[in-house]
């Protein structure tokens, strides 16, 4: 294979819970630095790339509303863990040198920028990183339909979902030494199946926009360029 990247432009969903590590809760900065120094591989090839980042690390809108609390009022909560955990993210990220913008869907402009379209197209293209943070700013939705949202508007070439296995299974590898790992699948396979890998919404926006899905692991270092360069284990909703 090519060292030449598949893709120019590309967006990486990592989930709250990736950069947990062993934790229960809360952030692991190792995890957030070996993530960076992966992102920065895939940024010395050359490759464009913008992130989102989850917050059920930290907060998820669902366990606030079980609990009795307003359920838009608990989302605006977890909007707000997505914000930390990009703000760790950046930190990481500028540590392996790569520079690094933060753009909020919810304006908090002492810690970070406005969401800007166009400023993100700007400096992606000057080469920075942009993390996409507090989703999509609206209660009700996740970080995995704002990575699809954020996908499509930055006009990327690949949705990157970062998951704990290098793909679609079956059923979760993890239980089940049967499950088989799928090399690819349509979007209406993941839909109809059920699969747990990301939300019917954010799947559905990916369709309407023909934006393909890369599912890999997040934790194997190197997975990430791999992926870039058609190489590795993952598998492809498209
Ligand atoms: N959230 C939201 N709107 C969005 C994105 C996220 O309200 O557009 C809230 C929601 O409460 C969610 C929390 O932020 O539970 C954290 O995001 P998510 O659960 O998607 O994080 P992940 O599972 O990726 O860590």
Redesign the pocket.
């Known amino acids: 294979m090519s060292d030449k990247p598949v893709y120019k432009r590309v967006l990486l ?1 990592v ?3 990736a950069l947990m590590g062993s934790r229960d809760y809360g952030l692991d900065t190792a995890v957030c630095r070996r993530i960076a120094e992966d992102v920065q591989g895939v940024v010395s090839l050359g490759v464009e790339v913008c992130l989102v ?5 930290i ?4 366990a ?1 509303a079980a609990s009795g609390m307003d359920r838009a009022q ?6 707000l ?2 914000v930390m955990n990009a703000l760790a993210m950046q930190a990481a990220l500028e540590k392996a040198g790569v520079p690094t913008r933060v753009q909020s ?1 919810i304006s908090m402009q002492s810690v970070c920028e406005p969401f800007i379209r166009r400023r993100a197209t700007r400096h992606m293209e000057k080469g920075r990183v942009v993390i996409f943070a ?13 990575a699809a949202l954020r996908a499509a508007e930055m006009g990327c070439d690949a949705l990157l979902k970062g998951t704990q296995v290098d793909g679609v299974y079956s059923a979760d590898p993890r239980k089940n030494p049967k499950a088989e790992r799928y090399t690819s699948l349509t979007y209406l396979d993941m839909l109809a199946r059920d699969l747990a890998v990301m939300d019917a919404a954010a799947i559905s926006l990916a369709r309407e926009n023909k934006l393909p899905i890369i599912v890999f692991n997040i934790h194997e270092p190197g997975a990430f360029t791999a992926v870039m360069k058609g190489e590795g284990r993952f598998t492809t909703v498209h």
């Open positions: 969903k989930s709250g819970e980042i989850g917050g059920g690390n907060f998820r809108g669902v606030g608990a989302d605006s909560i977890g909007m863990a997505t869907a507090a989703g999509t700013g609206n209660p009700f939705f996740t970080t995995d339909t704002a």
